[in-house]
T-cell receptor, first 106, second 112 residues
């Protein structure tokens, strides 16, 4: 069973496009995380959310606790945004989605 | 500001060999975790330690052992490596499970 589901699994976009990645979860949580993993690299935390919306530069994360759903938006996408984006939630433990592989083409 | 440091970054083992993956964090975190990442499966918890001196099994503990040596260090041992243990391993730490997790750079392990 997958406590965290992400969509899409793969995404290709042209530079400058607006991108949305979705995450749904089925467990009770205290917080939701969006993580970024570059090819061959480590994992870094982009956001931790427990309600509402957060914005860092061109990245925006929202969460709807009632619907158990979160979205990660990237405005004016750039090739350097190419990475795997992972949704994770704090339930009894951390649960992770399988990731969305994003490629931004110049 | 090192954060979470994992060693080694790459390792190739023969079936049946043993090895220990080392992890250290300098953020005074109580909780530490070991995950494996396989294609199409996301991160899966192997073992975790909620505090110094305690360890608990995660989703996929078979074939692994851990030691929480002190608050800073949490090691993962493969006693007899198997090809099914070929994976990328990540160590992580957090203040507690309600807080942000910080990840090491990963160890790419191949068992032949």
């Amino acid at each position: 069973k997958n406590e965290v589901e992400q969509s899409p699994q793969n995404l290709t976009a042209q530079e400058g496009e607006f991108i949305t990645i979705n995450c749904s979860y089925s467990v009770g949580i205290s917080a939701l995380h969006w993580l970024q993993q570059h090819p061959g690299g480590g994992i870094v935390s982009l956001f931790m959310l427990s309600s509402g919306k957060k914005k860092h530069g061109r990245l925006i994360a929202t969460i709807n606790i009632q619907e158990k759903h979160s979205s990660l938006h990237i405005t004016a996408s750039h090739p350097r945004d190419s990475a795997v984006y992972i949704c994770a939630v704090n339930g009894n433990q951390f649960y992770f989605g399988t990731g969305t592989s994003l490629t931004v083409i110049p | 500001n090192a954060g979470v440091t994992q060693t080694p970054k790459f390792q190739v083992l023969k079936t049946g060999q043993s090895m220990t993956l080392q992890c250290a964090q300098d953020m005074n975190h109580n909780s530490m975790y070991w995950y494996r990442q396989d294609p199409g499966m996301g991160l899966r918890l192997i073992y975790y330690s909620a505090s110094e001196g305690t360890t608990d099994k995660g989703e996929v503990p078979n074939g692994y052992n851990v030691s929480r040596l002190n608050k800073r260090e949490f090691s993962l041992r493969l006693e007899s490596a198997a090809p099914s243990q070929t994976s990328v391993y990540f160590c992580a730490s957090s203040g507690d499970r309600r807080r942000e997790a910080f990840f090491g750079q990963g160890t790419r392990l191949t068992v032949v």
